[in-house]
């Protein structure tokens, strides 16, 4: 197979600056295809929508081809269930909203400890209208969620569960299959974040059986935006919060006042562009026969993604785990790659993570220290007030090379 990362290396511009971009799990860079697709939206489309005029009609035409692209991305049955907002956060504030109102006093809401504050400070809003929170917790050791804890969380008052995909913090995948097929049986609506998978592994919505799924495009090589998918009924059966004279129909009602046009003609862009990967450099699997065109190639580049980031993860580890004091948190056993993203996290013991992640910034190699939002669990490690953690996640333009000159680098900073 060719090699991903030397196919694609050339069609992002950012990378010619010489700099090592191991910070693609706070955003990735962008292809030229996104970059020229947001200028010619300015150049060609730009107007608000539904205008009995050329650039109205073209924006009409670029929001319903973003939708249709999402629709893709993320296996759903219809563009209708595609809402488009600033980012996640944002979009799951405005839904805990709408999911507000179904609720009573007494009713629970699941949340995990391991996510990202984006998909728990939306659902603790839910405690002003009585709700009960309950926690699912995780195990410091490895930092997977306890699932043997599932179960008894679960009652007939749980309405909401809302959980990660995958840790930005420390790249572990979650058994979401599990947890929403659990969900479903005592009748809970079930929220998937998604943001930090949907860049290494393909979603399909309709496999998992979730009511809501939302990710940010911009960590997909895609603009700064989120994309929410709902499922039909129960976006239906919400009440949005909006303007009385916008569109009362889904999807638009829950897209609170003019979209980002210019980002969705880049989210198009973005699916287009993976999907071109899939379809030159990947290869059909047995299980996805029944998926055709950019869907099947969707998967298919997920597929050369995956294969590309777990050889390099693989190194990545190895090295690591080399270097005297260095403390990786989350999965660390290479027989269990594919529990995990390619985001290492770590600590290293007489340095604090901002001074590593600086003196690796003056080497021009980009990493991300702290506690990226995932709030909770860094305070649950206790690492909260220590600075939280150094962060490096690999991207499909990423190579060997980076990866042994960010090694090399971190290890004589180490010493
Ligand atoms: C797992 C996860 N969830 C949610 C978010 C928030 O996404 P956004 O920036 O689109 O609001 C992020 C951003 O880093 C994330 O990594």
């Known amino acids: 197979m060719k090699d991903l990362a030397a196919h694609v290396r050339s ?52 929001i319903a081809a973003g939708r249709s692209a999402m629709a893709d991305f993320f296996n759903a049955r219809s563009a209708d269930e595609i809402v488009f907002g600033a980012n ?33 400070a939306p659902w603790l809003y839910l405690q002003e209208k009585g709700a009960v929170i309950r926690w699912l917790e995780f195990h410091p050791e490895d930092c997977t969620l306890d699932l043997g804890g599932l179960e008894r969380l679960l009652n007939k008052k749980t309405r909401i569960v809302a959980v990660g995909c995958a840790s930005n913090a420390f790249g572990t995948i979650n058994d979401v299959s599990r947890i929403i097929a659990a969900a479903r049986q005592v009748g809970a609506l079930t929220f998937v ?79 287009d562009y993976l999907a071109a990967i899939g379809r030159d450099l990947g290869a059909a699997s047995g299980f996805d026969r029944y998926e055709t065109g950019r869907r099947r190639w969707l998967k298919q580049a997920m597929a050369v993604i995956m294969e590309h980031e777990s050889l390099l993860f693989t190194r990545l580890l190895a090295g690591l785990q080399e270097i005297p004091g260095l403390r990786l948190l989350g999965i660390s056993d290479p027989a269990r790659l594919s529990e995990r993203t390619p985001t290492a996290c770590f600590t290293l013991t007489g340095l604090s993570p901002a001074k590593i992640a600086e003196s690796l910034g003056q080497e021009n190699i980009q990493v991300w220290d702290g506690d990226y939002y995932a709030w909770e669990a860094m305070n649950f490690l206790g690492l909260g ?29 180490a010493r």
Do not use: W
């Open 11 to 62: 069609q992002f511009p950012a990378l010619a600056s010489g700099a090592v971009f191991f910070d693609g799990p706070g955003g990735t860079q962008v292809p030229q295809a996104v970059i020229d697709a947001v200028a010619a939206y300015f150049r060609e489309a730009n107007a608000n929508e539904h205008g009995l005029f050329a650039t109205s009609r073209r924006s009409d035409e670029i």
């Open 88 to 120: 996640m956060t944002t979009l799951t504030f405005h839904l805990s909203r709408s999911l507000g109102q179904l609720l009573q006093p007494g009713d629970e809401v699941v949340v995990t400890r391991l996510d990202h504050d984006a998909n728990i």
């Open 193 to 271: 974040d998604a943001v930090h998978y949907a860049p290494h592994r393909p979603i399909d919505v309709q496999l998992l059986g979730c009511d809501f799924l939302a990710c940010s495009p911009y960590k997909f090589y895609g603009p700064h935006s989120g994309v929410l998918f709902g499922r039909r009924e129960v976006l239906e059966s919400l009440r949005a919060t909006k303007v009385r004279p916008s569109a009362a129909a889904i999807p638009d009602c829950f897209e609170t006042g003019t979209k980002n046009h210019e980002a969705i003609a880049g989210i198009a862009a973005a699916v």
């Open 385 to 413: 007030d220590r600075g939280g953690a150094v962060r490096a996640g690999l991207s499909m333009y990423n190579t060997g090379v980076e990866v042994d000159r960010f090694l090399e680098t971190l290890s004589r900073i």
